[in-house]
Structure formats: C-alpha cells, structure tokens
C-alpha cells in the first residue's frame, strides 16, 4: 500500500485496455491461502477478457480446479498479458493445453469464431463466463455520444447475448453460464454512467436467462465486484483518484482478483451450487445492495 493514506502509487494509463504488466503493484491473482479440491476436473471453460484483472484470475483458478481453459483477449494491446496468462494456466498441469484467442467480441460473428474455434479444440463449452469490459469515466453525460454508446454497450452487453447464442449449442444439461457485473449496477456511479448502464442490463439479462434456460438444466449467475484492483482503473481514472482507489467502501480497501475468482469457482462447480440460478454474489468490500 502506498504511503499518507493513499491505496496506491499514483498512476495513470492513456490507453485502453490497460496493462497489467506496469500497473504497481501487480494485481494479485493467486492466493497462497487457496486450496484446490478438483471441482471442475474434466470441464471446459471459455472465459472472455481473461488475460488480465478478474478474468485471469477466474482462468487460473478454474486451471487449479482441473479445467481446460480458453480465453480471450485483444490484439495489439494485451498480447504479453495474453501470453503470461497462458504460461499461469500450463503451470497447472491439471488439464489439456490452454488457448487464447484474439478476438473484438462486439460483434456477432467474432464470437461465433471464438465459440467455434474453443469447440473445435476441445469438443464442447460446459463454463461460459462472459468477463469482458471496458469502461470510461464521465465527467458530463452530455460528452457520452453515440459512438462512445455503442461502444461500451457492445463490449459490455452485445458481446454476453453474441457469445452465449452461439455457445449455447455446445453445452448441455449442467453446464454453467456466469455473467461479470459490477456494483455499480446496484448504487450506480456519477463517474460510470455508461458503464454502469451496461451492468445494470447484465443484471437483468442474467435473471431473464436463467429463467429461460432452467428447462434446459443450465445454470445462470452473475458475479457484481466492487473496487477491484484492475487494469481498468489507472486506465480510466486520474493519478489522485487511482491513489484513493478503493478507500470509500467499508472495508476501506480495493480488494484483489484473487479474492473474486473463488465466486466464479463456487457458481461453476455443480455439487457446490446446483441449486444456485437468476443469482448474483457480491464480493465488493462490505457494500450492502439490497436489489
């Protein structure tokens, strides 16, 4: 933790996605303190966004449960991010070899080659965890135009209807779907306007694909986190505002990827919540959402 109160060294990125290689600290992905017990032995998982942040540490816990994973990322700038990750998920030697496929996942057809090439790879989808995001700080609604609109709500919300229409096809009675939402959906956010837009649709979306799909016997969740240490955040926010990053929930702390990734574990692992569907956890830091 940096010094005088603040969170974090004060740092800013220009660019996003951001990076996780020069973020400081490095976000935590792994807990020494976790303990796997092969609950996802045999599974195949897609995770999109999961080079970096939440999603690698989703990647890597799954790989520590014994499933094979694929995940996806963006060409151009997560490419070392991508690769690292890669090299996380072969140190679990506990299921086949890891993929990661560059993909823009706005648009229907490149999910329908993502689902396609993991399919192709390995047979089937039985873990979709649809992660990725972007997000963009406002400081006037009246500076969110169209183009910035349909961005983030393509990334955000298109890319989780695009990628489970056609994963659909390949999963089966068991399978789990876990959408990434955010707290922000539940107490919104001045600075996150879009953003928080989009997390608000995914809550709902997640609660009306569950009911859709449970006569079909797969599962629906979402995951809501609160501050989390992220490439995101020194990518969308000033030095000052990374520094206090966190500071403003009960627990006065951001909290780590490695403190999410167990919520995706326990909502894709059958014998630990088969009778979990349309629900949301809410690792966040003590934020209570009553929604």
């Not at 500071?247 to 780590?256: H, L």
Request: proline share 6%; with cysteine; aromatic share 8%.
């Amino acid at each position: 933790m940096a010094s005088g109160g603040e969170q974090f060294p004060p740092q800013r990125q220009e660019t996003q996605p951001g990076k996780e290689h020069v973020m400081e600290p490095t976000p935590q992905f792994a807990s020494p303190d976790y303990k796997p017990s092969n609950k996802l032995h045999g599974k195949v998982a897609l995770v999109t966004g999961g080079d970096s942040g939440i999603g690698r540490a989703v990647c890597h816990a799954f790989a520590l449960e014994g499933a094979t994973v694929a995940f996806t990322y963006v060409k151009g700038y997560e490419d070392k991010e991508a690769m690292d990750t890669l090299q996380l998920i072969k140190q679990s030697k506990n299921a086949r070899e890891p993929i990661a496929i560059a993909a823009d996942l706005g648009y229907d057809e490149n999910c329908r080659r993502v689902v396609e090439e993991v399919v192709n790879a390995y047979g089937r989808i039985d873990i979709l965890v649809n992660n990725a995001a972007q997000q963009y700080k406002t400081c006037s609604v009246e500076e969110i135009d169209e183009g910035r609109l349909e961005r983030v709500f393509r990334t955000n919300a298109f890319s989780y209807f695009f990628t489970v229409r056609h994963a659909l096809k390949h999963m089966k009675q068991g399978s789990s779907i876990i959408n990434t939402t955010s707290v922000t959906a539940y107490k919104g956010s001045p600075k996150l306007v879009d953003y928080s837009a989009t997390k608000g649709a995914i809550v709902a979306y997640t609660r009306a694909l569950a009911l859709h799909l449970t006569p079909r016997g797969i599962r629906v969740n979402g995951v809501a986190p609160g501050p989390i240490w992220t490439p995101l955040i020194p990518a969308s926010f000033s030095e000052e505002e990374v520094a206090k990053f966190g500071s403003e929930v009960p627990m006065k702390r951001a909290g780590q990827p490695s403190e999410v990734a167990p919520s995706y574990v326990f909502l894709a692992c059958n014998h630990c919540s088969s009778y979990i569907t349309g629900q949301v956890l809410h690792p966040n830091g003590g934020t209570i959402v009553n929604a």
